[in-house]
């Protein structure tokens, strides 16, 4: 049944290399089941329920990714997102967190439509390289913010906007060395470095008396409290579009750029340089998200996690399966996840934030007109304490730019529209 199922033989490997496979990528990614009821939390969601939301929502995804796309690819809500949703449509926006997820909802309907009709290739053609690499840094930047200050390292400070912390005290001290613990583990290629990470943190602050131990294992938590809670009459009100289409284009090519790159690792790149069954894969990505957001998380997206896996030998959508099952197994560890305190996962954040700037490596920064646009969108983020804005403000100074220096030739039609509809959504709603 494998074999028919994975076409194990076809894609050289086997069952037990397989599940090796599943069990290096659920460990490099399993610190999202710690992370996103933290981030989530402090909308007021109930974190018991979003720790269940988070496990079912990376197994449906995966597994239909599995299935669907016979891919060794998983699924789970994603970092960056996450934020998005918390920092900038919850607390700087003032949507309540069942609007929030009427958006995830809404723009993940948009995304299998966009993956239907193949109208994904236009929009991710449309958009510089540069302004790509730059969004990913904007994010990390912003989720490094988040990290310093919910490490109590980086604190708000009415003279100055923000200010040092005071790094007498225990969290600053726990998150830094966890930091340097997963980044010392990810040097030494030691698998599940983040959850690591996390982990010696929490027992060393529960050994000290730091914070309180919930128990490690016990029945899943209730999931009613975010069930079916999502609020797509409120999703649609105007000035959510933005919202609407930032969580859009994020996961667009977020997912994309994790796609491709794990497939490239795997070899499974065709020899014109495609990948084959995107859409299958880019269809299975949607439906883990309209999933996620009625069971109550944010945007589900594929992990670069998967990499690991892949390195580990995993080639076919068994390994995704085996993700699936792992995060099933998990609902019943809530308790541990309840006893890990936000200074613990700061630093999984903060190291979530270091990949994500490394594609500014990538830029021409020799040509003014691609380094100025590229510099607003990364630095527009966490100033504006918004992925939404930092989009809008790179599409427009890239725009403008190019436009002002002679250089129209290099926009295209799309670019020019989108960087328009920024500019009346900046100028006349509430940004």
């Given amino acids: 049944m494998l074999e028919r199922l994975f076409q194990l033989k076809a894609h050289n490997t086997n ?16 610190y999202i089941l710690f992370v996103n009821p933290s981030i989530l939390g402090e909308t007021g969601m109930d974190k ?44 700087h926006m003032g949507h309540t967190w069942q609007v929030a997820l009427g958006a995830v909802f809404v723009s993940a309907v948009l995304f299998f439509l966009l993956s239907i009709f193949r109208i994904r290739e236009w929009i991710i053609n449309s958009i510089p390289l540069p302004l790509r690499s730059a969004i990913a840094a904007g994010i990390g930047l912003f989720l490094a913010l ?76 209730s999931l009613a409290p975010t069930f079916l809670q999502l609020d797509i009459k409120g999703a ?58 009625l069971l109550g998380t944010s945007t589900t997206t594929s992990y670069i996690e998967s990499a690991a896996g892949v390195s580990a030998g995993g080639r076919t959508g068994l390994t995704a399966i085996v993700v699936a099952i792992l995060f099933l197994l998990a609902l019943f560890f809530s308790p541990l996840a309840a006893s890990v305190p936000a200074f613990a996962t700061a630093p999984a954040l903060l190291f979530v934030a270091v990949l994500m700037t490394s594609g500014l490596a990538e830029i021409d920064w020799d040509d003014i007109t691609v ?15 918004s992925i939404a804005n930092g989009i809008a403000f790179g599409f427009i100074a890239w725009t403008a730019i190019k436009l ?28």
């Fill in 15 to 30: 069952v037990r290399t397989e599940i090796l496979a599943g069990v290096t990528t659920f460990l490099a990614m399993a």
């Fill in 48 to 91: 018991g329920a979003v720790f269940v939301a988070t496990c079912l929502a990376a197994a449906i995804g995966s597994t239909v990714m599995g299935l669907i796309a016979n891919y060794p690819i998983a699924l789970a809500p994603g970092m960056g997102l996450n934020a998005f949703f918390t920092y900038t449509v919850v607390l």
């Fill in 146 to 221: 988040i990290a310093l200050n919910n490490a109590g390292i980086v604190v708000k400070n009415p003279a100055t906007m923000v200010g040092l912390g005071d790094l007498k005290q225990p969290a600053p001290i726990l998150a830094t060395l966890g930091f340097v613990l997963i980044v010392a583990l990810e040097a030494l290629k030691v698998r599940g470095a983040v959850l690591i990470g996390i982990l010696a943190v929490t027992v060393v602050s529960i050994l000290m008396g730091f914070t309180p131990f919930g128990g490690i294992i016990s029945a899943p938590p």
């Fill in 236 to 293: 649609l009100d105007i000035g959510l579009v933005s919202v609407i289409f930032a969580f859009l284009f994020v996961d667009l090519f977020d997912n994309s750029g994790t796609l491709i790159g794990v497939a490239k690792r795997a070899g499974l790149m065709g020899k014109d340089g495609h990948m084959p069954k995107m859409g299958r894969a880019l269809i299975a990505d949607s439906t883990a998200a309209m999933a996620g957001s």
């Fill in 371 to 385: 380094a100025a646009p590229v510099v607003i969108t990364a630095l527009a983020m966490p100033f504006t304490y």
């Fill in 404 to 431: 002002v220096s002679g250089r129209g030739r290099e926009l295209n039609p799309a670019l020019v529209i989108l960087s328009i509809l920024f500019v009346i959504k900046l100028g006349w709603f509430n940004a």
